[in-house]
C-alpha cells in the first residue's frame, strides 16, 4: 500500500488527466458532426457490414458529410487510422449490445465507446510516455506537471483528444516517434526503438494526412542524428507507406491516390480541384494570422503558454549547440511546414472547431521548446510566473471548450466568451461522470474541475519551501492569468446576428436538454 501511495503521488497529475479524458462526453447527435461522424460510420461499416463502403450505415443513420466517392460506392472521405484503431472496440461492444440487449449500440452508445477506448485511453497512455520522459529532463516536479498539465489541458488536444477524430492521435503519434528517436545517443539507440519510432511517425500519417510534412522533418532530424543508424526508422516508416498504400489501391484503384479527389460534396471538390498541387496552394498572410493569434481559433490565443516553447526553440538554435541545437531546429521546422502548409489549403478554417485543428500535430513539440529552455538554463524565476500563467489561462480556455462545447461555429469571433460561457450560466452543461452521481448544471462539473485544478496546483505551487518565493511565483502567476483573460473577454463583446443564430441553433440541439435535465438555469 504505502509503495502505491508513493507511486499515485508520483503520477497524481497523470492520473487527474486521465479522469479528465475519460469522464467528460460532449454529444451533440443533432448537428451530425462530420469530422466525428464519418469516422463512426466507417467503423461501423467495418464491424456491421464487413466492407468500407458506408453506404449501407448512411442508409442506416443518415446523412454525413466528408464523403469520398469510387466506383459507384460511398467512402469516408478521412484518413483511415481512427476508423481501423475504433473496429475491435466497437466489436466487442457490438457484441455485448446483442448479448445483453438483443440489438447492434446505437449511435451515442456507439460513439461514446469508440471516443473512450479508441482514443481517450491511447491519449492517456501517451500522456504516460510524455510523463516518463520529462522525469528524464527536468528535475523539479511541479515544473514537469505544469508543463504536463498545460499540454493536455491546455491546448487543443484536449478537445480532440476526447472525441473520435485523428487529430489528437496523429500528434500524439508523431511526437512519441521524435521522443523515441531523440531518446538514445547517437551510435547507442536500439534498432527496435529506432524502428518502433519510425513505424509511430508514418502510422501518424495514417491518422492525418497532413502529419506528413511533420513526418518528413522528424525522419530528416533522424537522419541528420543517427545517420546510417537511421535505416531501422525508413524500414518502420516504410510498413506505415504500405499499409496506406494498399489502403487507397482499395478504394480508388491507384495508391497514391487519396480521398481528396473524390469528394462528394461538390463544393468541398470544387475548392480542392480549383488549387493545384492536390489542393495546395501558396501560404497567405490573412489565414496564417487568423490562426495563430486570431480570438476565435488562434493557437497562441487558446495556448499562450507555447510561445514560451516557441521563443525556446529560437533559442535553442540560437545559443544552443549539439543536441539542443538539432532539436530547436526540427521544432521550428516542423512549426513553420505545419503552419505555412495550412495557411495555403482553401479550407484553412476547417469548420467548426475549436483551435487550428489542421495542425495539431505542432502542440507538443512546442511545448518541447520548454524543455530546451529549460535545458539551456534560460528558464529564469522571472518566466516561471509567466509559464503559469499563460499556462492558467490556456486550461480555461481549452479546458472549457472540450468540456462544453468542442465544435465551435464559424460565426463567433470569441467563442469562449460569447458562446461557452454563456450557456453554462444558462445551465446547458453537457453529458460528464457528474450526470452519473446525480448531480445537475454547473454543480455535474465539479468533479472534472477538481481534476484540471490538480496539475494546476502542483505545478503553482513550486518546489521551493520559502513563503516568499512561493507568494511572489504564484500571485504573479495569478495576475498575468487575470490581466490575459480579462483583455480576451473584452475583445469583440458586441453581439452580431450571425452569432445569435449560431448561438439559438446550438441552444436547440443541446443534449441534455437543460430543463429535463433538471440543470438551474443561472443569470
Not at 485544478?453 to 511565483?473: K, N, T
Not at 483583455?487 to 441534455?512: C, D, I, M, N, Q
Request: proline letters at 7%.
Amino acid at each position: 500500500m504505502v509503495r502505491f501511495l508513493a507511486w499515485a503521488s508520483r503520477r497524481a497529475a497523470w492520473l487527474a488527466i486521465c479522469f479528465g479524458y475519460l469522464t467528460v462526453f460532449p454529444y451533440f447527435e443533432r448537428i451530425n458532426n462530420p469530422n466525428e461522424n464519418a469516422r463512426v460510420w466507417m467503423t461501423r461499416a467495418i464491424v456491421e457490414h464487413h466492407e468500407l463502403n458506408i453506404g449501407k450505415v448512411s442508409a442506416e443513420w443518415g446523412y454525413v458529410n466528408d464523403k469520398a466517392t469510387s466506383g459507384g460506392w460511398i467512402y469516408s472521405g478521412k484518413a483511415p487510422g481512427t476508423s481501423f484503431i475504433g473496429v475491435p472496440v466497437l466489436y466487442v461492444e457490438s457484441k455485448l449490445a446483442r448479448l445483453f440487449a438483443g440489438g447492434p449500440p446505437g449511435k451515442r452508445a456507439t460513439t461514446l465507446a469508440l471516443r473512450l477506448f479508441a482514443v481517450a485511453v491511447p491519449m492517456c497512455l501517451f500522456w504516460l510516455f510524455v510523463a516518463r520522459r520529462l522525469e528524464r529532463e527536468l528535475e523539479e516536479p511541479a515544473l514537469r506537471a505544469l508543463l504536463l498539465g498545460g499540454l493536455a489541458f491546455g491546448t487543443m488536444l484536449y478537445p480532440y483528444g476526447i472525441l473520435y477524430v485523428g487529430h489528437a492521435l496523429g500528434a500524439a503519434l508523431a511526437f512519441s516517434g521524435f521522443l523515441l528517436s531523440s531518446s538514445a545517443p547517437p551510435g547507442q539507440a536500439r534498432r527496435s526503438a529506432l524502428a518502433a519510432a519510425g513505424a509511430l511517425t508514418g502510422f501518424a500519417v495514417v491518422f492525418e494526412y497532413q502529419v506528413a510534412f511533420a513526418a518528413v522533418v522528424i525522419a530528416a532530424y533522424t537522419g541528420v542524428r543517427h545517420r546510417r543508424a537511421a535505416l531501422p526508422f525508413l524500414v518502420g516508416a516504410l510498413t506505415a507507406v504500405i499499409a496506406l498504400g494498399a489502403y487507397h489501391h482499395a478504394l480508388f484503384g491507384r495508391a497514391w491516390d487519396t480521398p481528396f479527389s473524390h469528394l462528394e460534396n461538390p463544393a468541398f471538390a470544387r475548392l480542392h480541384n480549383d488549387v493545384r498541387l492536390a489542393g495546395l496552394g501558396l501560404p497567405r498572410p490573412r489565414p496564417l494570422l487568423t490562426m495563430l493569434f486570431s480570438p476565435d481559433m488562434g493557437l497562441f490565443v487558446f495556448s499562450p503558454f507555447l510561445l514560451i516553447g516557441l521563443l525556446g526553440a529560437v533559442v535553442a538554435v540560437v545559443r544552443g549547440s549539439g543536441e539542443a541545437r538539432l532539436e530547436g531546429v526540427t521544432i521550428l521546422l516542423v512549426f513553420l511546414s505545419m503552419a505555412l502548409f495550412a495557411s495555403g489549403v482553401p479550407n484553412w478554417h476547417a469548420g467548426w472547431c475549436v483551435g487550428p485543428r489542421y495542425i495539431a500535430v505542432v502542440v507538443p513539440f512546442l511545448g518541447w521548446g520548454i524543455v530546451l529552455l529549460h535545458r539551456l538554463g534560460c528558464l529564469a524565476r522571472w518566466v516561471r510566473p509567466l509559464l503559469g500563467g499563460t499556462v492558467v489561462v490556456s486550461v480555461v480556455l481549452c479546458g472549457v471548450s472540450a468540456a462544453v462545447y468542442p465544435h465551435y461555429p464559424e460565426q463567433f469571433d470569441n467563442p469562449v466568451f460569447d458562446l461557452a460561457f454563456p450557456l453554462l450560466g444558462d445551465g446547458h452543461v453537457p453529458y460528464s461522470v457528474g450526470h452519473l452521481l446525480g448531480l445537475h448544471g454547473l454543480v455535474s462539473l465539479t468533479p472534472l474541475a477538481a481534476a484540471v485544478l490538480v496539475p494546476l496546483a502542483i505545478g503553482l505551487a513550486g518546489d521551493d519551501p520559502r513563503p516568499s518565493v512561493w507568494l511572489s511565483a504564484t500571485g504573479g502567476a495569478i495576475g498575468v492569468a487575470l490581466l490575459l483573460l480579462i483583455s480576451l473577454g473584452a475583445y469583440g463583446r458586441k453581439p452580431r446576428p450571425e452569432e445569435a443564430h449560431a448561438a439559438t441553433f446550438v441552444r436547440a440541439t443541446w443534449e441534455p436538454p437543460p430543463a429535463s435535465a433538471g440543470q438551474p438555469k443561472l443569470r
